[in-house]
């Protein structure tokens, strides 16, 4: 035999075992753990408890006299009316108490850029006695608003500011908590992103309204709804600075209601209603944006 004849022969691949079907994945409803089911079952039993009130308050709003009185109660008013939100604003001046209120509210809001710039100089510049500043600031917190209540009436009082909507204003105007909570959101932003803009030749103040305030989007939602609370439910401050009824928030009118006329239940739960639902209307709109600024902390 030639060498010619020597041909390598094909090396011969066995075939390759089939392949076994994949074991489908079977899907199985998970039964809810009872502790689960008991946790959810003590949550929903306080939630109705917790909004309980506020429903009796509301519907109690719409009630005749009849029957906000009658025995045993009734929680559905049987013939709804609105008569005691007109008596509120025809009767018992609350018109003049509303917009003192919104604009102690808007003068408020003012101060929320105040208290943030604030907290932008403290998270991100440094400056002698920086840190010992922020610690009075700090220390401000702790001191109760009933203290400062008569040396700030008297600065006022010097200032002939008393008796008047900026007098009742100007002690709301910024708060020591709002800073701290404004310098600890405003340290999560990136300085990188500050220094690129100094670097595109941005100012400071071009740098704090273009950049900073829309990334504190979120703690700017939180500080909106406190400061709407606070000058919302303004009550004591009002009452001790301003002697003229015709500058009385809401509260102090809702207080002044048993001097005014006889008990009626039922005009007393429409000054509380008008009192709640908007802050209720304020906490449902920013709610979305208070849960984004816990969940990206400021960095986006």
């Not at 109760?144 to 204003?169: D, E, H, K, W, Y």
């Amino acid at each position: 035999m030639s060498m010619t004849d020597i041909r390598p022969q094909a090396e011969v691949v066995a075939p390759a075992p089939p392949i076994a079907d994949e074991p489908r994945a079977v899907t199985r409803r998970r039964r809810p753990r009872w502790g689960t089911v008991v946790i959810g079952a003590l949550l929903a039993i306080g939630a109705i408890l917790t909004a309980f009130p506020f429903l009796w308050m509301v519907l109690g709003s719409v009630k005749p006299r009849s029957e906000s009185v009658s025995y045993p109660p009734k929680l559905l008013p049987q013939q709804p009316t609105l008569e005691y939100f007109a008596t509120l604003f025809t009767e018992l001046n609350f018109g003049p108490y509303l917009i003192n209120t919104l604009l102690i509210v808007v003068i408020c809001m003012g101060g929320l850029l105040l208290m943030a710039a604030a907290g932008y100089g403290f998270a991100k510049f440094s400056f002698p006695g920086r840190d010992a500043l922020f610690f009075v600031v700090l220390v401000t917190m702790m001191i109760p608003g009933q203290v400062t209540m008569i040396p700030s009436f008297l600065i006022l009082n010097g200032m002939n500011l008393t008796n008047t909507l900026i007098g009742i204003a100007l002690p709301m105007l910024v708060s020591g908590f709002s800073v701290f909570l404004f310098r600890q959101f405003m340290t999560t932003i990136p300085t990188e992103v500050l220094e690129a803009a100094r670097i595109d030749g941005a100012g400071e103040f071009r740098i704090f309204c273009r950049i900073v305030l829309p990334m504190s989007g979120p703690i700017l939602s939180v500080q909106v709804v406190l400061t709407f609370i606070a000058g919302w439910n303004a009550f004591l401050w009002p009452l001790i600075i301003a002697s003229d009824q015709r500058l009385y928030t809401l509260s102090v009118g809702i207080a002044l209601l048993n001097q005014q006329i006889a008990t009626n239940p039922a005009l007393q739960m429409a000054a509380s209603t008008l009192m709640v639902v908007p802050i209720l209307i304020v906490f449902i709109v920013f709610q979305r944006y208070i849960v984004q600024g816990f969940a990206l902390s400021g960095l986006k």
